[in-house]
């Protein structure tokens, strides 16, 4: 059973960088990863994906430009650099992964089959 476990969450001004990780265990595959975010009381949102190769990357419009999404496959460890934060960016960021042996990268939530357990982001303004 593919484990997923994010790290690297916290409290930053806005304006401020994180990095956020995720390290995927139970499994010797590369898998397609995304990241997703949820703020209180609305819906699990698309952030940025990637292929199991790193060649395919995708964003929200709303991340575009100041989020990069990166992967060690080595390390079986996907990355969200999080730059030029805003305080609507708070919420709970979870990394996810697919079972698929296909090139490229995948925007719904309903695509993925392993999520991680999630790890808070607060910007403050």
């Known amino acids: 059973q593919v484990q997923l476990v994010e790290s690297g969450g916290g409290l930053v001004q806005a304006g401020g960088s994180l990095r956020l990780s995720c390290a995927a265990s139970?499994?010797?595959?590369?898998?397609?990863m995304g990241w997703f975010r949820q703020a209180p009381g609305k819906e699990r949102d698309f952030v940025a994906a990637i292929g199991r190769t790193g060649s395919y990357t995708g964003y929200a419009d709303s991340v575009k430009g100041r989020f990069t999404i990166s992967r060690d496959n080595a390390k079986n460890t996907v990355y969200l650099q999080m730059n030029s934060l805003k305080p609507e960016d708070t919420a709970v960021y979870y990394c996810?992964?697919?079972?698929?042996?296909?090139?490229?990268?995948?925007?719904?939530?309903?695509?993925?089959?392993?999520w991680g357990q999630g790890t808070q982001v607060t910007v403050s303004s």
């Open positions: 139970g499994t010797s595959s590369i898998l397609p």
């Open positions: 996810a992964a697919k079972n698929s042996y296909i090139s490229g990268w995948y925007r719904s939530s309903y695509e993925y089959n392993y």
